[in-house]
């Protein structure tokens, strides 16, 4: 209370409301090697769907691990899931087709979202291509994580309408029809003009076609309207708004044919090295097919049959993935018009080339619309669409690995970085605005879509125990990640004695889960003889630790991603069967049992141990899991890998106290920096009692007390800065033994005199 130097009245409040909550005890902890996803980070699953969408499918190489979690997943839905990998991993990116830039292929390895901004982004501390790579070598894109599933990518990008106002083009030009040359005076056609454009001559009815050019003053063109046959004298010329995303059939040369059943398509006064591109999709008397090969100029063969026969037809096209975008074609953003500037929007396809990610050949993965290569740009509502960092928030595929790094794309070469006449274009990245030593407003030159495959991915060699022990690593501090339950899948002795010694004993919160080697149980023909594997392999680990759990097994189940059955180890299920139980009773019920200790998905046990062979088990400290007939498999023990007498061999046991200690800790911080008193010790006593009365009412435990006063908190604790809670517990016990007696008991004598006799 603040000092007062006349009558008056302060009120102040002290909280004494604090309780003890319940602290989780069912997020599982997983390491293995997959297909996908970031290494070495943690990572929520919450499903098995999610588990595919972000580790992928598995396969021959890692169907033991990415069982383990979606069998517990099964139980539960809190997975925290750390893939492991090597250096041999490598994740594939977008090289340009060309031969000479495809040498020059440069592996890499990202790990994780920091390290990809801090190695690969050079906003971010990193380099251009994370030092090691180039537009020219890699391309502009990488695939987001490392493995062979990214050489399934393709992006294909389709580029701005070139822009077309009257008067634009300088100079002026006459055509001599009879050998198609457009002569300009004045004229910048280098600068001004690509092969592939329309151009507009005044007094003429129809569009001219662009087939080469000489010079700045020097052009062939050929007429598509055949009205147009005449000569014309020099006059004002316009260029025409040109889109690689779809061309009409009017400003198409010539007509084709097709001949049914067939996928070659001849055209008649063509020009298809010119207007036509591989992977368009050219559209005859209402069939859409894909371009697969140009032959030449006036033969295209496509990748699906026609079913009907047509001639001298009109024919248009279109880009590939155009389907895929509800928006018409990327022109020029409000961003870069208003500084000026033109032809910088883009439409990003993302495909399943090989149909490894979705079972379907060329299935769009995703598409982002009208992104813009302009450095800031901004759409209307503000938000950032600039191609790099759209990616980079918003796609599950792919990183930006690099811009060009001169300022013209051909796109007609696939992607080959080139000049082109005497004007400097924008380079992606570039920012929008007049000041700058460009001498043309425009960054695109090229004429048609730019379309890339990726390669280079690599799943590499398998984990080595050092690898997969960096993994469970991620779980070392309790402070950062929070896990209760951690699966061992079949990782061997090595990486389980690890995850006991230096994460569950070294936490106290959590227990370690783990399985015999698939050789000891599977394939055995004797059932002795994998009963003393399994007892040989518990010695091999060695662990004496209330902190881990053994189980004696593998079971068979069908894997439903690759239509197979396969062995899988059990520790996943014995982990979710503690996290079922912590939804169904409590951390302190036993997991094991026909109650709760029903196992899912078992088609049967390679190793089905019986009465002896679970005594053998039992006494060393491994949990049989046991099929009896009519009755489900079921996890027939409770005990953990404690070899001495205590309450603590018990699964249910450790769990009790695991949620005490983290949750009454939990609470505890709130005392830290207070003063060691009669007034916190009370506060600490009538918060954690309400608490254990609880955990007593639901049967976890039988009685308690909690001292917290002068008596351990004497002088020299007050001293040292020390703060003193005892917490004595009685913990209930499961059954594990169960004795009948049936007694014969003659007439005449009353239950009461022998009751207690026998």
């Known amino acids: ?91 594939a990116a977008a090289p340009h087709n060309s031969a000479a830039n495809t040498a020059g292929y440069t592996s890499m390895q990202v790990r994780d979202s920091e390290h990809y901004f801090t190695t690969f982004d050079p906003e971010q501390g990193g380099a251009i291509g994370g030092g090691v790579s180039n537009f020219a070598n890699n391309g502009p894109f990488l695939a987001k994580w490392a493995g062979e599933l990214g050489n ?58 662009v087939t080469s050019i000489t010079n700045a003053t020097t052009a062939a063109v050929v007429a598509l309207d055949s009205s147009d046959s005449s000569d014309v004298s020099a006059t004002t010329f316009t260029r025409l708004k040109r889109s690689v995303f779809s061309t009409p059939s009017s400003n198409l040369k010539g007509t084709v044919a097709v001949t049914a059943d067939s996928t070659t398509v001849t055209g008649t006064g063509t020009l298809f090295d010119i207007q036509m591109q591989v992977g368009d999709t050219i559209t005859v008397n209402g069939e859409s097919k ?38 018409g074609p990327p022109t020029t953003s409000s961003f870069a018009d208003n500084r000026d500037m033109a032809n910088d929007e883009i439409h990003v ?12 050949k060329g299935e769009v993965l995703e598409a982002h619309a009208n992104l813009s290569v302009a450095s800031g740009a901004r759409d209307d509502q503000g938000e950032d669409v600039f191609y790099k960092n759209y990616i980079n928030k918003f796609s599950s595929y792919i990183w930006w690995l690099d811009h060009p790094t001169i300022n013209s794309i051909d796109h007609a070469g696939n992607g080959t970085l080139v000049t082109s006449g005497t004007a400097t274009f924008r380079a992606w990245g570039a920012t929008a605005n007049a000041s700058g030593t460009q001498t043309t407003d425009e960054f695109f030159n090229g004429s048609k879509q730019l379309t890339l495959s990726f390669q280079g991915g690599d799943d590499g060699t398998a984990p080595s125990a050092a690898d997969v022990i960096r993994g469970y690593d991620e779980f070392k501090s309790a402070e ?17 004695r690890h995850v006991i010694n230096n994460i569950a004993e070294s936490r106290k919160d959590c227990v370690a889960f783990f399985s015999p080697e698939k050789a000891d149980v599977v394939g055995v023909t004797s059932s002795s ?84 062979e679970r005594d053998k088990l039992y006494q060393s400290q491994v949990n049989p ?134």
């Open 1 to 91: 209370m603040a000092f007062q130097v006349s009558p008056g009245v302060n009120t102040s409040e002290i909280d004494l409301t604090n309780v003890v909550v319940a602290a989780g005890t069912s997020t599982g902890g997983l390491v293995g090697r997959f297909r996908w996803g970031p290494i070495e980070e943690v990572t929520l699953v919450t499903d098995e769907d999610t588990l595919v969408d972000l580790f992928q499918k598995p396969n021959d190489d890692n169907f033991e691990q990415f069982f383990t979690g979606a069998n517990f997943l099964s139980y539960s839905n809190a997975l925290n899931l750390v893939r492991a990998a090597n250096t041999t991993v490598g994740n």
């Open 152 to 209: 399934s990518l393709k992006v294909s990008i389709c580029p701005g309408d070139r822009a077309a106002s009257d008067g634009n083009l300088t100079g002026t030009g006459a055509w001599t029809a009879g050998t198609s040359v457009f002569a300009g005076t004045s004229t910048l056609f280098l600068d001004e003009l690509r092969v592939g454009d329309l151009i507009k001559i005044a007094g003429e009815t129809g569009n001219h076609l």
């Open 290 to 327: 894909r371009v697969s090969t140009i032959t030449s100029n006036t033969v295209i063969v496509t990748s699906e049959k026609f079913l009907a026969a047509a001639s001298s037809q009109a024919y248009s096209r279109e880009w590939e993935y155009r389907g895929a975008f509800n928006e």
């Open 349 to 360: 396809a993302l495909v399943d080339e090989d149909g490894e990610w979705t079972g379907t």
């Open 480 to 496: 950062d990640v929070d896990v209760s339950l951690i699966m061992t899948a079949n990782h061997g002795s090595t990486v389980v």
């Open 529 to 612: 003889t994998a009963t003393d594997n399994v007892i040989d392999y518990r010695d091999t680990v060695n662990q004496n630790s209330s902190y881990a759990v053994m189980d004696s097994g593998y079971k068979h189940m069908f894997d439903k991603h690759n239509d197979k059955f396969r062995f899988v180890p059990l520790n996943g299920d014995i982990a979710g069967l503690c996290a079922r139980t912590d939804s169904e009773r409590d951390p302190f019920f036993s997991p094991g049992g026909f109650t709760r200790g029903q196992i899912k998905g078992v088609v049967r046990l390679p190793y089905n141990p019986k009465k002896a």
């Open 625 to 758: 899991v046991v099929s009896f007939p009519g009755e489900g498999t079921v996890l027939f023990g409770d005990k953990t890998q404690l070899t001495k007498p205590s309450a603590f061999d018990r699964i249910n046991v450790r769990r009790l106290f695991i949620l005490l200690e983290k949750a009454i800790a939990n609470a505890a911080r709130f005392q830290l920096f207070e003063f060691n008193d009669e007034f916190t010790r009370s506060q600490f006593v009538s918060m954690v009692e309400p608490f254990l009365r609880d955990i007593q009412g639901r049967g976890g435990i039988q009685d308690f007390r909690v001292v917290c006063d002068a008596s351990n908190n004497t002088s020299q604790v007050v001293d040292s800065n020390q703060f003193r809670g005892d917490i004595f517990i009685k913990p209930s016990r499961s059954i594990n033994f169960i004795q009948l007696n049936f007694v014969a008991v003659r007439s005449g004598v009353e239950f009461s005199e022998v009751v207690g006799a026998v």
